[in-house]
């Protein structure tokens, strides 16, 4: 095998090799259950001054609202910006195992005259084309790979954070616009009852069976409930342009939104909650690639106490008048042998082991977090769904209290007083199951999100 054809040899084996770079390692893939980490389709960014208000024609889902909200979220544009960046940083690192392959052409004409000589002419054509590949430390280029892999890892859960995060505010204020409506109607019923007491003691004041006191009481607690039938209206404009703020839009009306009418449940337990928040948790997985990127950092600085081996090879071929008759073949192997750096690699690798262990305290320390917060998320969950059967208990007894009351009233026993009374007894009812509903339902999103769904 002469000469040529060997460096061509060897720069075919370099290519198989250098395709180790661009291959998914076992041990780098997600574990079961969890996603590689994808490049998002980039699309157009969206128009701040977009009107939002004209292109909604019909009613708003949880999951439009979530939709929106995820296209329209500065964090999440930015962390898919980052993942994108993540992603060129990856091929940036996987090109160094590559040859690069040039072709040039050139043609030149000089035209010379002396003083005492004739006018020389000369003209020159020359053509090449050459393919070369330079591998210097090896090992530290794929270390390199296997680094910007997770940090690619990581840049995706970063998206799934601000997912989450999104997710979850989305859900409350939905929720929460949805409460505001829903009182309004309580309040609206409340009114017409106290409209109906004012007109029927009216009525029986005329009729000379109550007094006047009563027409007077009944006056001012219509306009009572009214003021506060204007104050839940008022809620449900405020928490409309809330829930507008949370999905990245603005608009002047009140945001038409779908009836929830199943709350949704959670049956799952504790330890079931912990173990999923440790599986799905984007911010502890980025921490366990982070620990991984640490001990490959390490394993770096332990790399500058050896021998380093270089790799060079190459191909050309040129010549004059466009044909190309010249052959050039360059090969080069080379070792580095490191005797003494001012104990630099000894450092490195104590600083590498410090900071490996210090994302490994790190670690400790969200996966405590994690707990801590599933926990927390799990016992509001529990309160406000034990809330919710005692709630609609007191509606259930209120409202028969209301009925007595009334029917007390109305043959001349009760008083207004105690009319009153059972219609604030039912309505502070009725306004507490609808807390305690709602409660639940922020909780659930709230639990889902500390254990990394939604």
Known sequence: MNMRNFSIFLLLGALIISSSAW????????SAGLYSPKLPQQGPAPSPTKPFFEELKSKLSLEDCVRIALENSPSVVSANLSLQEAQINLNLSRAEFLPTVSAGASQSYNVTKLQGSSTAEHGNSDVYAQAQLSLSAISDKIRAVKIQKLALEQAQLAVNTQT???????????????SAQRAVHIRTVSRDLYQDQYERAAEYFRLG???????????????????????????VK??????????????????????????????????????????NRPDLRSTQAALKISQIQVNQAKAGMFPTFSFSAGYGKYGNDFYIENDETRLAVSVEIPIFNAFKSYNKVKQAKVNLAKTQNSGKSVVNNVFLEVQKAYINMQEAQESIPLAELNVEKAR?????????????????????????????????????????????ADLKQAMGTY
């Open 23 to 30: 291959a998914e390692p076992d041990d780098l893939l997600p």
């Open 209 to 235: 069976l109550r007094p006047k006191v009563d027409v007077t009481t009944a006056e001012v607690n219509l306009n009572n409930e009214k003021l506060k039938l204007i104050r839940a209206q008022n809620l």
């Open 164 to 178: 989450n995060e999104i997710t979850r505010a989305v859900k409350k204020a939905y929720y929460s616009l949805l």
């Open 238 to 279: 405020t928490a409309s342009a809330s829930l507008a703020n949370t999905m990245g839009v603005t608009t002047p009306n009140v945001l038409e939104i779908e009836e929830i009418d199943d709350v949704e449940k959670f049956d799952f337990s504790l330890e079931e909650a912990v173990q999923i928040a440790y599986a």
């Open 400 to 444: 028969e209290n209301l009925d007595l009351s009334r029917g007390r009233y109305n043959e001349g026993i009760g008083d207004s007083i105690e009319l009153k009374d059972a219609e604030v007894a039912y309505t502070d009812a009725e306004l507490n199951l609808l807390t305690a509903r709602y409660d639940y339902a922020a909780a659930v």
